[in-house]
């Protein structure tokens, strides 16, 4: 049993006073998916949680040494909180599945209760009885969440804007790691990891252009071009590397790290100061980049050209929006916005140039991107969620977790297979993404 529910995209007025937000733009199904996830996930939960118990305690600590107030640390029963969790769980599940049934999706806020409600029973099971140490620190958890987030916040911001123009965006891979080499070099020339970012910025725009040239004047298959570009970036970066970053890694490869920056009084209050106001310019940035990208979109007239452009480029085209241009320049924008995001990985993260460091980023923020319905507020918060499940792995092997290791590495890419596969049902991106615009 489906429904349809149709969300129609602005109209391509000049008036940006017209512009409504359109949170999604696209044709989203109401189906099964969703309740069939919760009851899956809601059954693995009642297996770990209950069937293979765990009695002991586990702590979460809230507050770290610098903050201002100093919150009680919160210690909860592995096998009390799996039952709550699992009550929880089951409940939600079955309200998704009336609402489906009664042909009403799903909502947002109900995957992201699910969502938490299932961590914490994890965690609280995980974390009682680890070999190690029985002490969640919530507060790194979530700021080392964050901080693994942020290049995907980029990426995704970057392929929300080139397909909302009508660009299939595949080379977010490249861009990130063009983005990541540059910044690595230019800061370890000039000492100066500012001008390494913008030299990321730069770099992830010269990859764009390449993609746009080709998709859009040659109007080559856009995906074939992304995949492409992506092989010949990490083929051009791995080769630099051993030619000359390696043998000259004291000159080429040692770039200033960016300094965390605390921001006053905020910094201090417990978990979210961590969170949120402790970290580099590169993460502040990325505040700034989501919500101008958000009023940018469905607020501005650069918005509406763009979002008429990649829902309807013929009749964009009748009131006198350049359709090559439009595209080429804004996918050039998304381009600088992934290279940004790329310095990260060497400025702002390791202090150093790896050989495809960006690890498969690019690909998980497109997915990020779908996952979120092509919005840039959506995909952040996929973005986070991807980030979040990163940084677990490495909490949960610090802690000495029960779960092997090996799983541990593919917990963040399961994550992404479920989430793309299983919560967002079928989607319709943009009308004319991937497809070349041939006046006449």
């Given at each position: ?157 970057a392929g929300v804007i080139s397909e909302r123009v009508g660009v299939v965006n595949i080379a977010i891979e490249g861009q990130l790691l063009a983005g990541a080499f ?254 070349p615009y041939v006046k006449g």
């Amino acid at each position: 049993m489906s429904t349809e529910a149709t969300h129609q995209p602005a109209p391509a007025q000049h008036n940006a006073a017209s512009a409504r937000p359109d949170p999604l733009a696209s044709t989203v199904v109401v189906s099964w998916k969703a309740p069939i996830v919760y009851a899956v996930l809601t059954v693995l939960a009642a297996v770990l949680f209950i069937v293979a118990r765990n009695d002991a305690d586990a702590v979460f600590r809230i507050s770290t040494p610098g903050d201002a107030v100093q919150v009680p640390e919160i210690t909860l029963n592995g096998f009390v909180a799996g039952i709550v969790s699992v009550v929880i769980l089951a409940v939600i599940t079955v309200i998704s599945a009336l609402l489906v049934r009664a042909q009403r999706r799903v909502p947002l806020w109900m995957a992201v209760v699910f969502g938490l409600v299932f961590v914490v029973g994890f965690l609280a099971w995980a974390a009682a009885g680890g070999t190690t140490s029985h002490v969640i620190p919530l507060a790194g958890l979530l700021a080392g969440g964050i901080s693994l987030a942020v290049p995907l916040i980029y990426g995704a911001l970057a392929g929300v804007i080139s397909e909302r123009v009508g660009v299939v965006n595949i080379a977010i891979e490249g861009q990130l790691l063009a983005g990541a080499f540059t910044a690595a070099v230019v800061a370890s020339v000039t000492g100066q990891a500012l001008l390494g970012m913008l030299a990321a910025a730069v770099a992830g725009m010269l990859v764009s252009f390449v993609l746009a040239a080709f998709a859009i004047k040659y109007i080559v298959d856009q995906v074939i071009v992304g995949v492409v570009l992506n092989v010949l970036v990490v083929g051009l970066t791995s080769f630099l590397f051993s030619q000359l970053l390696a043998p000259n890694k004291d000159l080429l490869n040692t770039p200033p790290r960016l300094d965390v920056i605390p921001i006053p009084i905020l910094s201090d209050i417990p978990l979210l100061g961590p969170m949120f106001f402790r970290q580099t310019i590169v993460v502040y940035l990325v505040y700034v980049a989501v919500a101008a990208v958000y009023i940018g979109l469905f607020h501005t007239r650069w918005g509406l050209r763009l979002r008429a452009v990649g829902e309807h480029p013929e009749a964009a085209d009748t009131v006198g929006i350049n359709i090559p241009r439009t595209r080429f320049w804004n996918v050039a924008l998304g381009g600088a916005i992934a290279g940004l995001g790329g310095s990260f990985f060497t400025v702002g993260s390791v202090g150093s140039f790896n050989q495809e460091m960006t690890a498969g980023a690019g690909y998980i923020a497109l997915a990020a991107v779908i996952f979120g319905g092509w919005d840039p507020i959506r995909a952040t918060l996929a973005a986070l969620l991807f980030g979040f499940t990163s940084n677990l792995r490495n909490t949960l092997g610090a802690i000495g977790s029960p779960i092997p290791s090996d799983f541990l590495l593919m917990l963040p890419y399961v994550v992404t297979i479920f989430a793309v596969a299983g919560l967002v049902g079928k989607a319709r991106g943009p009308a004319a993404a991937g497809k070349p615009y041939v006046k006449g």
